[in-house]
């Protein structure tokens, strides 16, 4: 196994208006890769693991609390989730669960007059909706068919339904071949269970036997389970019937006119959503930012706003979520979503200004289309770029990491971008809650964003006089660096870690800390 080259700087460290940590920051050789990968045991934490202690490159959570925080408690810090609804009674989730002490349950009064009625947990934004088309077609419903912009939006829906039609045929044909090479396999061997090795030394090899354990070895080598293949087989379908499909009217339920700002009563306090909803992707960051056994932060309030249907959010329900966020105590923000379009901009961007002025700290997921998403690029809203200007200094956009420390470090998946995007974090087979008190592990920016929203809210909760501004200069700055040249995601090139990111960073808790201290 090759070593990492590690050496530490000795500092000098002492707290400014917050909790006294001492310790040596972990500082790398960017030259050297790792040849290791989580074990079985590592897989369902490895973002929590140390790239020094464990090789693995997590955020050194569990280095973080077992040699700095120990018994050290701060003040209370309430994260907003603006998501699609969270499951508030998980058991990683229902202590951590943020409530109105202002407001009376199931009265219809609004006891705390801040303009939403019994919002006990937060707020409902979406009403009884759940599925959305994205923004574009929402857009072409706008404009007269026939007309040059119509026409542009056609094209794009046309190539992206052909693209999802040929991603579910994938997924039905796996659907009905793996039960039958299972069979098959289990017939061959003579037992109910599937040994693979044993079944590659039957001998003679007949041919659908052959096919049968190429098929196999296929579902394990990707760790395709009998339930990602049924969320992969329900996305793609969803994509055809509601996100690309023109005929699919989402909002009309809501009873609000979308394009209007001021149009505001609207919602419920129902942050679980209707019967049927599915909060598993909210649960999951949940989990992930304060879960009582997986999550980063121990000291967090999470306060549920429900505002990200399945399909593209509306710049009306984020920028009022936002403001909601920022007027109900909210410290961080963590926006585990992202769109290609975005009409009303300006609303969000008001509101990312107006949590700036109140000293609110934004999360924001890059986004996973493998993408370049600098200015001028492909964009992922909501961003805090107006015509290539930073509009604030209170938000962190964060790419997903993978766990080697090699030129594969960076999550197949991710966008990036060195002027729009600040840090990395975990985002690969990710292990938290889901919904019905369940667990998985699941991809994606949206899971790099609430680890890096935890470490804001432990800093948040130890050093309370830091503003926001300054939470985000820590978090970038005292990031391990990435691995020196790293493959474009879903390319062959290779670029160094200034390419992707503005720092070049990995999110890592433990220098956080260490670098809060100075």
């Known amino acids: 196994m090759k070593r990492l080259l590690l050496f530490v700087l000795g500092l000098s460290l002492t707290a400014c208006g917050g909790v006294r940590f001492k310790g040596e920051p972990i500082v790398v050789s960017t030259q050297k890769p790792l040849e290791t990968t989580p074990s079985t045991s590592q897989k369902n ?3 929590q693991l140390d790239l020094v202690q464990d090789q693995i490159p997590g955020m050194s959570v569990k280095r973080a609390y077992s040699e700095l925080i120990l018994e050290k408690e701060g003040v209370e810090v309430i994260v907003a989730i ?34 939403y009625v019994d919002d006990v947990y937060g707020w ?78 039957i001998r003679p090899m007949r041919p659908e036997l052959s096919e049968a354990i190429a098929m196999m070895s296929y579902v394990e080598s990707v760790e395709i389970t009998d339930a990602i293949l049924k969320k992969a087989i329900k996305q793609y379908r969803d994509a055809l019937e509601y996100h690309h499909n023109p005929d699919f009217e989402g909002r009309s339920i809501v009873g609000d006119d979308p394009d209007n700002l001021n149009d505001r009563d609207y919602g419920d306090g129902r942050i679980q959503g209707p019967e049927g909803t599915d909060t598993d992707h909210g649960t999951h960051v949940s989990g992930i930012v304060a879960g009582k056994t997986v999550g980063v932060a ?53 509101a990312i200004r107006y949590a700036a002025a109140n000293d609110v700290l934004l999360v924001h997921a890059a986004g996973n289309d493998n993408a370049n998403v600098n200015p001028n690029n492909e964009s992922n809203f909501p961003d805090d770029y107006d015509g290539g200007k930073e509009i604030s200094k209170n938000v962190i956009t964060v790419g997903a990491s993978a766990w080697t420390y090699d030129e594969n470090l960076l999550a197949v998946f991710s966008n990036y971008g060195n002027i729009s995007v600040d840090v990395f974090a975990p985002g690969y087979k990710i292990y938290s809650a889901t919904a019905g008190q369940g667990y998985e592990r699941l991809n994606g920016t949206s899971m790099a964003a609430p680890y890096v929203s935890g470490v804001a809210a432990v800093l948040r909760s130890f050093y309370p006089r830091y503003s926001a501004e300054k939470i985000k200069k820590i978090i970038i700055a005292s990031g391990v660096p990435m691995y020196g040249e790293l493959i474009v995601p879903s390319g062959e090139e290779t670029y160094n870690p200034s390419f992707y990111s503005k720092s070049g960073k990995l999110v890592n808790l433990y220098n956080a800390l260490l670098y809060a201290s100075k």
């Open 45 to 47: 934490e490895w973002a």
């Open 82 to 115: 603006i998501d699609s609804g969270v499951d508030i009674e998980h058991p990683e989730l229902a202590s951590n669960i943020w409530i109105n002490q202002d407001e009376i349950p199931d009265n219809q009064i609004d006891d705390d007059q801040n303009g």
């Open 124 to 201: 409902n934004f979406l009403g009884d909706s759940q599925n959305e088309n994205l923004e574009y077609i929402r857009l072409q419903k706008k404009e007269d068919p026939g007309s040059d912009a119509f026409e542009v939006y056609e094209k794009k829906r046309q190539k992206e339904r052909n693209k999802y039609k040929s991603r579910l045929a994938n997924f039905l044909f796996l659907e009905d071949q793996i039960p039958q090479s299972r069979q098959i396999i289990k017939d061959a061997l003579g037992t109910e269970t599937i040994d693979l090795d044993a079944a590659r030394n």
């Open 298 to 350: 121990k000291n967090v309030k999470l306060m549920v706003i429900r505002a990200v249907p399945n399909g593209d959010e509306y710049d009306k329900d984020i920028a009022l979520a936002i403001r909601y966020a920022v007027d109900n105590g909210a410290k961080v923000i963590n926006a585990s979503f992202g769109k290609s379009y975005s009409p009303h901009a300006d609303w969000v961007h008001d």
